[in-house]
């Protein structure tokens, strides 16, 4: 199955541009790459979706190198209401590609 | 604005008995997910439909669970007997699947199951 590894946890302060990375060395040609957040008491939300280089939405940006055995997750000035967990899906379809890792737990302090 | 609806939103019900679970993904979409979340385990699969024929279903108990879509607009989900060990948060997703690509995923609130 392809496995994702993320950091568990980490702390930012208001304003603070946070970077989550994530490595997937068993990417398959196929697969795209996802990132979720989740608030407590709530399911994931969509954050942004990639397959290479660079993506950039209103939220966040998606870094993706040439080898694509890793991903960074970028939330520019990052605010209280950012606190969550952030989750990175390997999708191509299938089963291995739903497999939600423990994801990263982001707490933004004043 | 779409949105995945799940009901009921709260169960609580005693060990043996039937619970029914429901959700209605976004008109359109062709793939549905059942994922169940606990503090423990953290979000797991546990069966996913295309175009309302089941694909994966090995994530569930199969003794105990089972998963239909009845038409496109309903999924449910079933566990009978439950057990406390089946208290967990449980979420409907769907979205869109076209040439092997699964775009993004719609979360439903999730369905908050307690079994004494």
């Known amino acids: 199955l392809a496995k994702t590894t993320q950091p568990i946890s980490m702390d930012s302060y208001e304003g603070q541009e946070v970077n989550i990375t994530c490595s997937h060395n068993?990417?398959?040609?196929?697969?795209?790459i996802t990132w979720y957040q989740q608030f407590p008491s709530q399911g994931p939300r969509f954050i942004i979706q990639?397959?290479?280089t660079k993506v950039t939405n209103e939220v966040a940006s998606l870094f993706i190198p040439a080898d694509r055995k890793s991903s960074t997750l970028s939330l520019p000035r990052v605010s209280l209401s950012d606190t969550a967990v952030y989750y990175c899906?390997?999708?191509?379809?299938?089963?291995?590609?739903?497999?939600f890792g423990s994801g990263t737990r982001l707490q933004v302090q004043p | 604005d779409a949105r995945v609806t799940q009901t009921p939103r709260d169960k609580v019900t005693e060990m043996g008995q039937e619970v029914t679970m429901r959700c209605q993904p976004i008109?359109?979409?062709?793939?549905v997910f059942w994922y169940r979340q606990t503090m423990m385990q953290g979000l797991e699969l546990l069966a996913y439909?295309?175009?309302?024929?089941?694909?994966?279903d090995s994530g569930m108990p199969k003794d105990r669970f089972s998963a239909e879509m009845p038409d496109a607009t309903l999924a449910t989900l079933k566990i009978q007997p439950s057990e406390p060990r089946d208290s967990a948060v449980y979420f409907c997703?769907?979205?869109?699947?076209?040439?092997?690509?699964?775009?993004?995923?719609?979360f439903g609130p999730g369905t908050r199951l307690l079994v004494l």
């Open positions: 997703a769907s979205g869109f699947t076209s040439g092997g690509h699964q775009e993004t995923q719609y």
């Open positions: 068993n990417i398959a040609t196929n697969d795209y």
């Open positions: 990639g397959y290479k």
């Open positions: 899906l390997v999708e191509g379809g299938g089963r291995r590609a739903l497999t």
């Open positions: 008109l359109g979409h062709n793939t």
């Open positions: 439909f295309r175009n309302r024929a089941p694909l994966d």
